[in-house]
């Protein structure tokens, strides 16, 4: 190979891994960013809660200590008298946590797994919360109403036995079950099956927002029933639906976040009101 053949071959691969290691080393920050964040999440979660044991652990399948966050302080604050939620566990918690702090509210918990209602009700006896859930357990069983899964998929659409009892004016809907593996676009049904239980002023809050079936799931449900949609960089997506003109006074957010969009270049902290990013990085915002 000629000098310079062999000279411009090892300038090409020397800018490679140069910039292979500057990405590798903005994906570390990135992580560590994140990973802060939780941990500063969890530390202003355990500031704000009365319970005396210990949460069930926090990654992989429960709700993250950013969500948990949010959730608590917009109950203290909105003192909400009826939320329901799909998916019982950690949130179940510290749902019924800050409704025994603010002295009022109701939380009705639907689960599908006894394995799990019987670990979460363990904890809420623990806790001596029992009085403020009613966790509703049962399996889950065919829903041939409107849904996003096809009617013939291989795995036909489910979701919990419908039971209404004390199902009037939900201030708060926090969805998070039934799991994905149950069926494609499992959670869709939460909206069709409890939109006449709302008031004008319901929220939606879905949980794992950031993967496309849920952000598919949330803007069928904003069209078909006019709630407005706005996606939370939460480390998994908060994607937060409200009806259309809803009281503004009702829906101001807790710690007055920044109101994002859905756009890469915003971080999880910057839900937190925090920035972590390197000084260039924000200039070339
Ligand atoms: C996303 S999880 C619900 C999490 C719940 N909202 C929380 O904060 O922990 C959805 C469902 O997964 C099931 N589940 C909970 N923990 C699980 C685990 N460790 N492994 C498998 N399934 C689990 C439960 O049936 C639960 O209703």
Not at 138 to 164: I, Q
Request: hydrophobic share 35%; glycine share 6%; with cysteine.
């Amino acid at each position: 190979m000629e000098k310079n053949v062999q000279d411009e071959l090892v300038d090409r691969l020397t800018s490679q891994l140069r910039k292979l290691s500057n990405q590798q080393e903005k994906n570390i920050k990135s992580l560590i960013n994140d990973l802060y964040t939780q941990l500063e999440s969890f530390s202003w979660l355990q500031k704000g809660l009365a319970i005396k044991g210990i949460l069930p652990p926090l990654r992989g399948w429960p709700v993250s200590p950013d969500f948990l966050l949010r959730l608590h302080r917009w109950i203290r604050k909105h003192k909400p008298q009826l939320v329901v939620e799909t998916g019982s566990g950690a949130s179940t918690l510290v749902i019924a946590d800050a409704l025994r702090q603010n002295g009022t509210g109701a939380l009705i918990s639907f689960e599908h797994l006894k394995k799990y209602g019987d670990q979460t009700w363990q904890t809420l006896v623990d806790e001596e919360l029992t009085q403020w859930v009613d966790l509703r357990v049962g399996e889950l069983v065919l829903w041939d109403k409107e849904h996003l899964n096809p009617e013939d998929a291989d795995k036909p659409s489910r979701w919990y036995p419908l039971n209404f009892d004390n199902i009037n004016d939900i201030d708060l809907l926090v969805v998070d079950g039934p799991p994905e593996g149950t069926c494609r676009y499992a959670r869709y049904p939460a909206v069709p099956a409890l939109f006449d239980r709302f008031t004008t002023n319901t929220e939606i809050w879905m949980d794992d927002a950031k993967r496309q079936d849920e952000k598919d799931i949330c803007e069928r449900w904003a069209k078909l029933y006019n709630l407005d949609f706005e996606f939370i960089p939460l480390e998994k997506g908060l994607a937060r639906l409200t009806r259309s003109g809803a009281s503004p006074q009702r829906n101001v957010p807790v710690s007055q976040p920044p109101i994002v969009g859905q756009d890469d270049s915003v971080k999880p902290e910057h839900a937190l009101g925090l920035d972590f990013s390197l000084p260039e990085e924000r200039h070339s915002r």
